[in-house]
């Protein structure tokens, strides 16, 4: 679908900071409208310019509060499919509800897919996202998905920044493939830990798979909580003699007290992105550097805008 309009780029309160970086790197300003609440707390949102005929961006992770945010989401593409834009896309650079993607026990909703509804359904022609918490979270959504991902952003770091006598560690077997991409691109060793989670948001590290002693570890993992996953696995990967470990993941949920946790880990660093907005002083006390993906997302945005393939961001 080739849009005759313009790129119009809109934020909801999610994370303006990242909305701001894209429209630098777009050279356009970000659209103008009116995101209050109204005093009972009901969203209120306004489109304050001509939107007919455009291809409208809003960028806008359901990251906490989710349902607030998801809430909002919902609320603004509904009123830019009222406003006649020519295609509207939902920028959702954290998707919430992606680990609920499976009936996995009796009588659980498989949220993910729910959510995919809603977002079609209140006006959304395309999603655009990146490192999604299961890959086949793509197939739950009727209109097309851009699935970008953050590893060309952290492999660049590592790249300018290497770590010696490197091992990369998928901290579950679910992380085995992202790991094993990591480490081909940054010439490392491959580990992984067998993980047996009894309950959500708990997990027992039990093994490593790999030799570890006496290396460098880097843990890849999509995104942390409650920090207790990558800290287990931090203290297993020392107790099976690594020398330094650093940690890196996309999504900085870091919910309850995972910034302590994380603190009194053995990771000596960790490295995330700005899908989510992190406060300044967190970073500083959790030894946290963020990179931008505003650069990749742009790239994307702008390649969707003029109908090109989005196949380059992925290396």
């Known amino acids: 679908m080739t849009t005759t309009g313009g790129i119009k780029v809109f934020s909801g309160n999610a994370n303006r900071e990242l909305t701001d970086e894209i429209c630098n790197f777009l050279s356009c300003d970000p659209g103008v409208a009116t995101a209050g609440r109204f005093s009972d707390g009901e969203y209120n949102f306004q489109i304050l310019e001509n939107v007919r005929g455009g291809d409208v961006f809003i960028v806008q992770p359901t990251c906490p509060p989710t349902d607030q945010n998801l809430m909002e989401l919902l ?62 979270i793509q197939g739950f959504f009727d209109i097309p998905v851009d699935h970008l991902f953050a590893a060309p952003v952290f492999i660049g770091y590592y790249q300018a920044n290497p770590l010696p006598n490197l091992t990369v560690v998928a901290p579950d077997t679910g992380g085995a493939e992202r790991a094993r991409a990591y480490a081909k691109r940054l010439d490392a060793e491959l580990a992984l830990c067998d993980k047996r989670r009894e309950k959500a948001n708990e997990a027992e590290v039990m093994n490593v798979v790999g030799d570890v002693r006496g ?14 996953s990558l800290s287990k696995v931090a203290a297993a990967l020392k107790e099976a003699g690594a020398d330094h470990i650093h940690a890196c993941f996309t999504h900085p949920v870091l919910s309850g007290k ?27 006390q959790s030894n946290i550097k963020v990179l931008s993906i505003a650069p990749l997302l742009s790239k994307a945005i702008k390649s969707i805008h003029e109908e090109t393939s989005v196949s380059s961001l992925f290396v």
């Open 215 to 228: 290396r460098n570890c880097l843990i890849v993992d999509d995104m942390c909580d409650t920090g207790g």
């Open 75 to 136: 609320v603004m593409l509904d009123a830019f499919r009222r406003s006649s834009a020519e295609r509207v896309t939902a920028v959702i650079p954290y998707y919430g509800y992606a680990r609920s993607d499976k009936k996995d026990r009796p009588r659980v909703p498989v949220a993910a897919k729910l959510v995919a509804n809603l977002i079609a359904t209140a006006g959304a022609d395309r999603v655009l996202t990146m490192d999604l918490h299961a890959a086949q």
């Open 258 to 284: 995972a910034c302590e946790k994380l603190s009194g880990s053995a990771i000596e660093q960790i490295v995330t992105t700005n899908t989510i907005p992190l406060d300044e002083k967190i970073c500083r």
